[in-house]
Structure formats: C-alpha cells, structure tokens
C-alpha cells in the first residue's frame, strides 16, 4: 500500500501544470484580442439622418446632450422586438424623472420598405410615450445598419411574406453623441436601466 502523502502530492503536479497552461492562455489571448476590440470600440456608430414616425428628418445631433438607447428591430417581428422594447420602456420607467429627460430611447426599423413614419408611430406608441421610431429610404437604413454593424436579412415565408433575421443589440450613444456600450437584447429591465444609470454618471 503507497503511502499517503503519494496521494496528497500525485494530483497536484499536473493540477498546477494545467493552471499554468490557463495563465498562458488567458495571456496570449489578452495579447491577441485585446488590441482588437479596442480597435472596433471607437468604430462602432456615427451620425445618422433618417426619418421620425411624425414624418420629419431626425439626425443624431438632434439627441445632442442626451442618452440614446439604440434598437435595430422591425414592426412585424413576432417575438424578439416586441419582448426587447418592452424591456426598453421597462427600464426607462423606471429611471427619475430627471434621468428620463436626458434619455431617448429610439428603435431603428431594419425592414423600411414595410416600415413606414406611419406604422412606426402606431408601433412605437405601443411601448412607450417616448420610444422614438425611426426610418427611411433603403439606402439611408443600410448606411446606418453597416455604422452599427447590425445584421439582417430576409427570410422568405412566402410569396409576398418575408421575416428578418436580425442581430438584437441595444446601443447607448453618450451625450456626446460617441458610441459608449452595448447592452444584449435578451437582458432584463433592472440590467438595463443600471447600465443606463451608470453611463449617465460618466457622460
Ligand atoms: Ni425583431
């Protein structure tokens, strides 16, 4: 029979190895990914001119001085969209009333050709009093889209149907009008509006 002390040492030498192996990892790949998500932060957003659910051109520096809460979605999503800005409205019902004059929550349709300022506004009000819909021509969309590196595309239902697949990121843009962070779309509304108190603590 070995003696005990074999069976207290043996699992430690490969243990420790393999914790060396986790460090050296972690180090190259803090090295390797690092310096690129740096890279793509600052990228990430810009300005944008699209059309209001009221029918008038809104442009980001229009939300100069306040908070935007940026959601890429479409009208006849049947599940993610309408479950994200109810999320949205959540969060932002319950931020003080001063917090709330300087945050827009604004959803950008991805599906424009169906999307009108018309449908958008019957949309929107289904949310929130203060959730701001935007859309426009095609072109404008897809501008803004490749700006936020939002993806979608259609799938076709059937022939005139068609669904959008599409990423589900809320984007907050600071006072400054500069991308800050994003935030899943899947998260809950007290995730959310913490994330919002703790950006508008810093700008
Ligand atoms: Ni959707």
Redesign the pocket.
């Known amino acids: 029979m070995k003696p005990n002390w074999i069976y207290r040492l043996a699992p430690k030498a490969p243990g420790s190895w393999s914790w060396a192996g986790a460090i050296a990892f972690l180090l190259v790949a803090a090295v390797a990914i690092l310096p690129r998500m740096y890279e793509v932060g600052p990228s990430i957003g810009g300005s944008f001119s699209l059309i209001g659910q009221h029918g008038h051109r809104a442009s980001d520096t229009d939300f100069r001085g306040k908070l935007m809460l940026i959601y890429f ?2 009208t006849f ?1 049947p ?3 309408p479950a ?1 800005l109810a999320t949205i409205a959540r969060a932002y019902d319950d931020l003080s009333q001063a917090e709330q004059t300087i945050v827009v929550p604004i959803f950008v349709t991805v599906d424009p050709e169906r999307d009108t300022a018309d449908r958008m506004a019957d949309y929107v009000a289904n949310f929130s009093p203060a959730l701001i819909g935007l859309t426009g021509k095609p072109e404008e969309i897809a501008e803004v889209m490749k700006k936020y590196r939002v993806y979608a595309a259609k799938v076709k239902e059937g022939d005139d149907v068609y669904s ?1 697949d ?1 990423s ?1 990121l809320i984007y907050l843009v600071g006072k400054d009008g500069r991308f800050a962070t994003v935030i899943a779309g899947d998260s809950s509304a007290e995730q959310i509006r913490d994330t919002i108190k703790k950006q508008l603590a810093v700008n």
Do not use: D, I, Q
Request: net charge negative; proline share 0%; glycine share 10%.
């Open positions: 979605g479409y999503c599940e993610v969209c994200t959008v599409h589900s």
